[in-house]
T-cell receptor, first 114, second 110 residues
Framework: GAVVSQHPSWVICKSGTSVKIECRSL??????MFWYRQFPKQSLMLMAT?????????EQGVEKDKFLINHASLTLSTLTVTSAHPEDSSFYIC??????????FGPGTRLTVT | GENVGLHLPTLSVQEGDNSIINCAYS??????FIWYKQESGKGPQFIID?????DKRQGQRVTVLLNKTVKHLSLQIAATQPGDSAVYFC?????????FGAGTRLTVKP
């Protein structure tokens, strides 16, 4: 149990376009979902925390208008990278939690902006 | 919470040896600690956790030690195998704040 999926697993897009990444909890209801990004050889960096039905809470330095997060249901959260640029190329990971302290991670999405 | 991207320290061990990976944390309110393993190109996988009312917990081939006095956490892997090669992160949670450690890249030499 406690499986989290992400789609797509990798995506290549052109500079200036927008990309949507989905995060789904497959066998449980996630009241909270987290979005991380990870640059090569670096630790995970928390971008934002979202609770179902409410606005996401963004970490300092993360542009909320650039990284749009929608947590529309208890099993789905989406991250949209708007007007993507090459510096947005990264590994994006979501996690989902149905109770405090228990986060389950998705497999990640590799975004490459050309 | 604060997350600072850092270049990962590395640990290289011989197959069969024991590995010890360390993590220092700063949040005094942390009361739950987790170790994750992340293989290249994949999301983190849960390895083992420990709550603040314990100082040691053992799993299969892994042991986590917690020293709250000095805010230090360690992961011990017994008889390290090539499949253990990965990046290992600690994460600490407390007061709805979660933080990840910088991670350590473990390389196992056959």
């Amino acid at each position: 149990g406690a499986v989290v999926s992400q789609h797509p697993s990798w995506v290549i897009c052109k500079s200036g376009t927008s990309v949507k990444i989905e995060c789904r909890s497959l066998d449980f209801q996630a009241t909270t979902m987290f979005w991380y990004r990870q640059f090569p050889k670096q630790s995970l960096m928390l971008m934002a925390t979202s609770n179902e039905g409410s606005k996401a809470t963004y970490e300092q330095g993360v542009e909320k208008d650039k990284f749009l997060i929608n947590h529309a249901s208890l099993t789905l959260s989406t991250l949209t990278v708007t007007s993507a640029h090459p510096e947005d190329s990264s590994f994006y990971i979501c996690s989902a939690a149905d109770r405090p302290y228990e986060q389950y991670f998705g497999p990640g999405t590799r975004l490459t902006v050309t | 919470g604060e997350n600072v991207g850092l270049h990962l320290p590395t640990l290289s061990v011989q197959e069969g040896d024991n590995s010890i990976i360390n993590c220092a944390y700063s949040n005094s309110a942390s009361d739950y600690f987790i170790w994750y393993k992340q293989e290249s190109g994949k999301g983190p996988q849960f390895i083992i956790d420990i709550r603040s009312n314990m100082d040691k917990r053992q799993g299969q081939r892994v042991t986590v030690l917690l020293n709250k006095t000095v805010k230090h956490l360690s992961l011990q892997i017994a008889a390290t195998q090539p499949g253990d090669s990965a990046v290992y992160f600690c994460a600490t949670e407390g007061n709805n704040d979660m933080r990840f450690g910088a991670g350590t890249r473990l390389t196992v030499k056959p």
